[in-house]
């Protein structure tokens, strides 16, 4: 088993920016690869960022590429994701995901990732 626990969210406005972070607890030596989803009420939850555990590679969502960056910290066994120049459209729950295998086929997809934080709004104001 994995936990996981963001926090970092709150509320900024238009052009500032948060730093999100998911610490880990557990098998995580059991998981090649952590994202960040996000999601609003009555919409799917939505791709924002991965990284491998080695964080070799990471991956953006379009909408937020140059402006998120992912990196982690095995040492601390966190995850964080550095959001600036944040628009009103970033607003939503933001949650912390890592999968169950050692290889990984579909980063972008939720069913990929087995464990979820209780995740952490993000407002942004106009």
């Known amino acids: 088993q994995v936990q996981l626990v963001e926090s970092g969210g709150g509320l900024v406005q238009t052009g500032g920016s948060l730093r999100l972070s998911c610490a880990a607890s557990?098998?995580?030596?059991?998981?090649?690869?952590m994202g960040w989803f996000r999601q609003n009420p009555g919409k799917e939850r939505e791709f924002v960022a991965a990284?491998?555990?080695?964080?070799?590679?990471?991956y953006y969502a379009d909408s937020v590429e140059g402006r998120f960056t992912i990196s982690r910290d095995n040492a601390k066994n966190t995850v964080y994701l550095q959001m600036n120049s944040l628009k009103p459209e970033d607003t939503a729950v933001y949650y912390c995901?890592?999968?169950?295998?050692?290889?990984?086929?579909?980063?972008?997809?939720?069913?990929?990732?087995?464990?979820w934080g209780q995740g952490t709004q993000v407002t942004v104001s106009s």
């Open positions: 557990g098998r995580t030596f059991s998981s090649s690869i």
């Open positions: 995901a890592a999968n169950r295998r050692q290889f990984y086929t579909n980063y972008k997809s939720p069913d990929e990732y087995g464990y």
């Open positions: 990284i491998t555990w080695t964080g070799r590679n990471t």
